[in-house]
Protein backbone atom coordinates (compact mmCIF):
# COMPACT_ATOMS: atom_id res chain seq x y z
CA UNK A 1 0.00 0.00 0.00
CA UNK A 2 3.02 2.34 0.80
CA UNK A 3 4.38 1.96 -2.65
CA UNK A 4 1.46 3.06 -4.19
CA UNK A 5 1.95 6.43 -2.55
CA UNK A 6 5.43 6.92 -3.27
CA UNK A 7 7.12 8.17 -6.74
CA UNK A 8 10.55 6.84 -6.53
CA UNK A 9 11.87 9.98 -8.42
CA UNK A 10 9.34 12.58 -7.21
CA UNK A 11 8.91 11.20 -3.24
CA UNK A 12 5.77 11.13 -1.72
CA UNK A 13 2.80 11.94 -4.34
CA UNK A 14 0.30 14.22 -1.88
CA UNK A 15 -1.93 16.31 -3.93
CA UNK A 16 -1.74 20.00 -2.47
CA UNK A 17 -5.64 20.33 -1.62
CA UNK A 18 -5.21 17.01 0.81
CA UNK A 19 -2.46 18.92 2.30
CA UNK A 20 -4.76 22.40 3.15
CA UNK A 21 -8.06 20.19 3.31
CA UNK A 22 -9.51 21.88 0.21
CA UNK A 23 -8.48 25.44 0.78
CA UNK A 24 -7.06 27.58 -1.41
CA UNK A 25 -6.47 31.05 0.70
CA UNK A 26 -4.98 31.58 4.24
CA UNK A 27 -7.86 32.81 6.59
CA UNK A 28 -7.64 36.03 7.93
CA UNK A 29 -5.02 38.43 5.33
CA UNK A 30 -3.18 36.69 2.86
CA UNK A 31 0.65 36.52 2.21
CA UNK A 32 2.46 38.32 -0.05
CA UNK A 33 5.70 36.39 -1.91
CA UNK A 34 7.87 39.38 0.14
CA UNK A 35 6.64 39.27 3.46
CA UNK A 36 9.01 37.68 6.01
CA UNK A 37 7.89 35.24 8.33
CA UNK A 38 9.53 34.09 11.37
CA UNK A 39 8.63 30.81 13.64
CA UNK A 40 8.33 31.95 17.61
CA UNK A 41 7.52 28.51 18.57
CA UNK A 42 9.17 25.16 18.42
CA UNK A 43 5.96 22.74 17.07
CA UNK A 44 4.08 21.24 18.82
CA UNK A 45 3.94 17.42 18.73
CA UNK A 46 0.23 16.97 17.08
CA UNK A 47 1.30 19.20 13.93
CA UNK A 48 1.01 17.36 10.62
CA UNK A 49 4.32 17.22 8.86
CA UNK A 50 3.63 19.55 6.32
CA UNK A 51 3.07 21.93 9.03
CA UNK A 52 6.67 20.93 10.83
CA UNK A 53 8.37 21.55 7.34
CA UNK A 54 7.23 24.66 6.56
CA UNK A 55 7.83 26.20 10.03
CA UNK A 56 11.10 24.37 10.12
CA UNK A 57 11.69 26.97 6.73
CA UNK A 58 10.87 29.35 8.99
CA UNK A 59 13.35 28.97 11.94
CA UNK A 60 14.97 32.66 10.51
CA UNK A 61 13.04 35.16 9.18
CA UNK A 62 12.66 34.01 5.59
CA UNK A 63 10.39 35.25 3.03
CA UNK A 64 7.25 33.62 2.00
CA UNK A 65 8.97 32.69 -1.51
CA UNK A 66 11.57 31.53 0.36
CA UNK A 67 9.54 29.38 2.29
CA UNK A 68 7.83 27.78 -0.99
CA UNK A 69 11.14 26.93 -2.16
CA UNK A 70 12.85 25.79 0.68
CA UNK A 71 10.22 23.04 1.54
CA UNK A 72 9.77 22.07 -2.11
CA UNK A 73 5.63 22.97 -1.73
CA UNK A 74 3.81 25.25 -4.06
CA UNK A 75 3.58 29.22 -2.84
CA UNK A 76 -0.69 28.48 -2.52
CA UNK A 77 -0.55 25.40 -0.24
CA UNK A 78 2.56 27.67 1.91
CA UNK A 79 0.65 30.56 1.75
CA UNK A 80 -2.08 28.21 3.41
CA UNK A 81 -0.40 26.62 5.90
CA UNK A 82 1.57 29.59 6.98
CA UNK A 83 -1.94 31.39 7.52
CA UNK A 84 -2.80 27.85 10.01
CA UNK A 85 1.32 28.71 11.74
CA UNK A 86 0.35 32.44 12.11
CA UNK A 87 -2.97 31.65 13.75
CA UNK A 88 -1.45 29.25 15.92
CA UNK A 89 0.43 31.77 17.27
CA UNK A 90 4.13 29.61 16.06
CA UNK A 91 5.13 32.47 13.51
CA UNK A 92 5.32 35.84 13.09
CA UNK A 93 4.33 37.65 9.74
CA UNK A 94 6.31 41.38 8.72
CA UNK A 95 4.38 42.63 5.88
CA UNK A 96 7.14 44.76 3.87
CA UNK A 97 6.18 48.65 3.62
CA UNK A 98 5.03 49.92 0.47
CA UNK A 99 6.66 51.06 -2.43
CA UNK A 100 7.64 54.63 -1.87
CA UNK A 101 6.29 56.60 -4.51
CA UNK A 102 8.49 58.49 -7.11
CA UNK A 103 8.41 62.12 -6.57
CA UNK A 104 6.50 64.59 -9.21
CA UNK A 105 8.17 65.98 -11.61
CA UNK A 106 8.02 69.17 -10.99
CA UNK A 107 9.49 68.83 -7.88
CA UNK A 108 12.05 67.40 -9.23
CA UNK A 109 12.90 70.46 -11.76
CA UNK A 110 11.98 73.43 -8.61
CA UNK A 111 14.87 71.25 -6.72
CA UNK A 112 17.08 70.71 -9.99
CA UNK A 113 16.43 75.23 -10.55
CA UNK A 114 17.20 75.50 -6.47
CA UNK A 115 20.58 73.70 -7.61
CA UNK A 116 21.63 75.21 -10.10
CA UNK A 117 21.13 78.43 -8.71
CA UNK A 118 23.61 78.23 -5.79
Known sequence: MTERW?????????RPYTVTR???RPRGDSFDLIA????????PPDLPPEHRRVLAACRRP?????????TGLAVGVVQVLLGDLRDSGL?????PAA????PR????RDV???????
Do not use: F, K
Open 6 to 14: MDQDAGPIV
Open 62 to 70: ISVAEAAST
Open 91 to 95: LTVRI
Open 112 to 118: LAGLRAL
Open 36 to 43: TVSAIRPA
Open 99 to 102: AVAA
Open 105 to 108: ESIL
Open 22 to 24: GRT
